[in-house]
């Protein structure tokens, strides 16, 4: 996964081109209203650190740094002059972006505020698990049976997989593993085309079992949340829980807009869900992202059609602003994303609720 995605060529890499935009469409790509709900927790976490001189911001899984921009454009001219920006990618720093950004290849130790990773996890490495035995792929797609599991993963397996735990094993997935598409992920779904291209039989499927080892994601999440001193740590993903697992996993690729056969071969993002409830840490609560942007005041509630005829340039603007609120808290669409929320060194954030999701 690591060569197919980060390597020399690798997908998320490779200079020039639009970068992750061009080829899945995320919650930020969709509105300014998604960043415009970030800069609002953003101000709360302010509140709840009482209002520190530096206050960090650390996106983690940046792409090409839109949704920092976009933080920083919706925040108060004061609140803006004290956010210390980082965008934690591996690609090079885009040319034109704002010059407050610090770009770096992983999290600052000891930061104060809000550390935010869209649709990173998904492009963290993972094992794929198949009748007791690890997956190994190769660049063109092909599987073959690897080695038996590990005690490490299998215990992860029977605890947070049902069914595919002490039958499953684990890929090497041939250099690719993850990504961070939305465009339409959630509408597209798990699409069954190009499985026999990537050697992969559906025959027996139900049988064998087949899941997908999320302990590195556990550690990469727990790494992310110590480097925050205080603050909020949020990841957002394409997620499922123990209690609704995939039973054929959900590993796909996406090229161009299009979902197609995730080949490791660096031509295309190739990603799998998150399983977000093995990553939660202590006071951590799970939610959906409508729960959450609802919360944090995102509506696609209609504007009063009095409106319309008292300043229609306004309802124009309202209803425009109700699509894309709509769009981003869609049950099934972005809306259904997993939000993991936790607290470090400050209370719980309140639009949590009672952490049901």
Request: cysteine-free; charged content about 30%; aromatic content about 4%.
């Given at each position: 996964m690591d060569a197919a995605l980060y390597g020399p060529g690798g997908f998320y890499v490779r200079p020039g081109g639009p970068g992750p935009a061009g080829h899945f469409r995320t919650s930020v790509h969709a509105s300014a209203l998604y960043a415009g709900a970030v800069a609002r927790l953003l101000r709360w976490v302010d509140a709840e650190l009482g209002h520190p001189r530096g206050l960090d911001l650390v996106d983690v899984g940046a792409g090409r740094g839109e949704l920092l921009a976009g933080?920083?454009?919706?925040?108060?001219?004061?609140?803006?002059?004290?956010?210390?920006?980082?965008?934690?990618?591996?690609?090079?720093?885009?040319?034109?972006?704002?010059?407050?950004?610090?770009?770096?290849?992983?999290?600052?130790?000891?930061?104060?505020?809000?550390?935010?990773?869209?649709?990173?996890?998904?492009?963290?490495?993972?094992?794929?698990?198949?009748?007791?035995?690890?997956?190994l792929v190769a660049p063109d797609g092909t599987e073959s049976p690897g080695g038996p599991l590990d005690g490490v993963d299998r215990a992860w397996l029977e605890r947070w997989w049902?069914?595919?735990?002490?039958?499953?094993?684990?890929?090497?997935?041939?250099?690719?593993?993850?990504?961070?598409?939305?465009?339409?992920?959630?509408?597209?779904?798990?699409?069954?085309?190009?499985?026999?291209?990537?050697?992969?039989?559906?025959?027996?499927?139900?049988?064998?079992?087949?899941?997908?080892?999320?302990?590195?994601?556990?550690?990469?999440?727990?790494?992310?949340?110590?480097?925050?001193?205080?603050?909020?740590?949020?990841a957002v993903d394409y997620a499922h829980t123990r209690d609704a697992r995939p039973p054929y996993g959900t590993l796909t690729g996406f090229r161009a807009g299009r979902e197609v056969p995730p080949v490791p071969d660096g031509s295309c993002d190739v990603t799998a869900h998150v399983a977000l409830d093995s990553c939660a840490g202590p006071d951590s609560v799970l939610l959906t992202q409508r729960e959450a942007l609802t919360a944090l005041g995102v509506s696609g509630a209609r504007p009063p059609l009095a409106l319309a005829s008292a300043d229609p340039a306004a309802y124009v603007r309202a209803l425009a602003s109700a699509g894309e609120a709509a769009e981003l808290t869609s049950r099934s669409g972005l809306g259904a994303f997993g939000w993991l929320v936790q607290p470090v060194g400050i209370p719980p954030w309140p639009g949590g609720g009672d952490g049901g999701s």
């Open positions: 933080v920083l454009a919706a925040l108060d001219p004061e609140t803006a002059a004290r956010v210390v920006p980082y965008a934690v990618e591996r690609a090079e720093r885009p040319a034109g972006l704002d010059p407050r950004i610090r770009w770096v290849a992983a999290p600052p130790e000891r930061t104060t505020g809000l550390l935010f990773a869209n649709e990173w996890l998904d492009n963290v490495p993972l094992e794929i698990a198949e009748d007791g035995r690890y997956v049902p069914g595919g735990g002490a039958e499953a094993g684990g890929a090497e997935i041939g250099g690719a593993e993850a990504g961070g598409a939305e465009i339409g992920r959630a509408e597209i779904g798990r699409a069954e085309i190009g499985r026999a291209e990537i050697g992969r039989a559906e025959i027996g499927r139900a049988e064998i079992g087949r899941a997908e080892i999320g302990r590195a994601r556990d550690e990469a999440w727990a790494a992310a949340v110590a480097s925050l001193e205080r603050g909020l740590a949020v």
